[in-house]
């Protein structure tokens, strides 16, 4: 039987042998190794408890693909991405055996119905970071390989999706529209392994900044108690500016408040839509 130790240990060694792989070989993940993945999705934390991460599986090649086509992902230091394109379509996404796309149901982010969804929206990132770690972590105890990409609804007609939108790279499968996208997980088997058999990732990398995957020291995360920054000295002038700019952008966030409220209302009904919503 397992001591707390061992169980600790090897929760410890899961985390830290954590890495992002990017180069996978070529074959199909195992359906109950990619199973239990998503189990450790749907095992994590959600603000309220609201459960509303939600998860699309990509396995086969030629949507992977199209995927990758849409969201190209090659922040390799000096790559031409032109060339890179044309040498291959699907980029980094293009390599992985399987992808796990995260959603965020936001139908049931406010469920208090208070028209505070502009407050609680963070959560919604929040719940599908969540999950996706789990499932990374998840992933490196399985000896599988991944890699956490970027993706979500602001990305649309930006460079980030080549100019298009997510909805159309996903108009074949039943997403409702009340679902947000939070990113990508890719999926697979590594080319590379570390010497106790975990999946490898690089020495360096940063699609801005190219810089060793090492972390820091932990001092270097930790925040200090200390004397606060000093304010800025503003002249009568800027302090009324400020003064004008706040009331603004108060008037405005009261204004949201309101219509937000409303919107709530008409797209639910009635509070027993949002508790439906839950089930």
């Known amino acids: 039987m397992s001591t707390e130790s061992d169980i600790a240990a090897s ?13 996978f ?3 199909p993940v195992e359906e109950e190794h990619l199973k239990t993945i998503l189990e450790a999705g749907v095992a994590a934390p959600s603000g309220s408890n609201s459960q509303n991460q939600r998860f699309l599986v990509v396995i086969d090649p030629d949507e992977i693909e199209k995927v990758g086509k849409m969201r190209f992902v090659w922040p390799y230091k000096a790559a031409d991405q032109k060339k890179m394109r044309q040498k291959n379509p699907g980029g980094i996404i293009g390599n992985a055996a399987a992808l796990v796309v995260v959603f965020a149901d936001c139908s049931i982010t406010e469920g208090r119905n208070h028209g505070e969804y ?6 919604e990132i929040q ?35 080549s100019d298009g939108k997510w909805q159309k790279v996903f108009e074949d499968y039943k997403i409702k529209d009340s679902f947000k996208l939070q990113g990508i ?12 058999g975990f999946p490898a990732g690089e020495k360096k990398h940063g699609a801005t900044v190219w810089r060793s995957v090492e972390r820091k020291p932990l001092d270097s995360y930790l925040v200090e108690k200390g ?3 000093k304010q800025v000295n503003f002249s009568k002038s800027q302090k009324r500016k400020l003064s004008f700019y706040s009331f603004g952008i ?27 919503s839950y089930k």
């Open 227 to 229: 004397e606060a920054q």
């Open 11 to 23: 929760v410890e060694k899961a985390i830290f042998k954590r890495r992002s792989t990017r180069s």
């Open 185 to 196: 997980i890719l999926l697979g088997y590594p080319k590379q392994r570390d010497d106790e």
């Open 118 to 123: 502009y407050i609680w929206e963070s959560l």
């Open 127 to 161: 719940n599908c970071s969540a999950a996706i770690e789990n499932m990374l972590i998840m992933s490196t105890a399985l000896g599988v390989g991944s890699c956490w990409v970027s993706a979500s609804d602001k990305m649309n007609h930006r460079r980030m999706f």
């Open 250 to 276: 108060s008037w405005c966030l009261k204004t949201i408040q309101k219509f937000d409220k409303k919107i709530w209302k008409l797209e639910l009904r009635s509070k027993e839509n949002v508790a439906n």
């Open 25 to 27: 070989e070529d074959r």
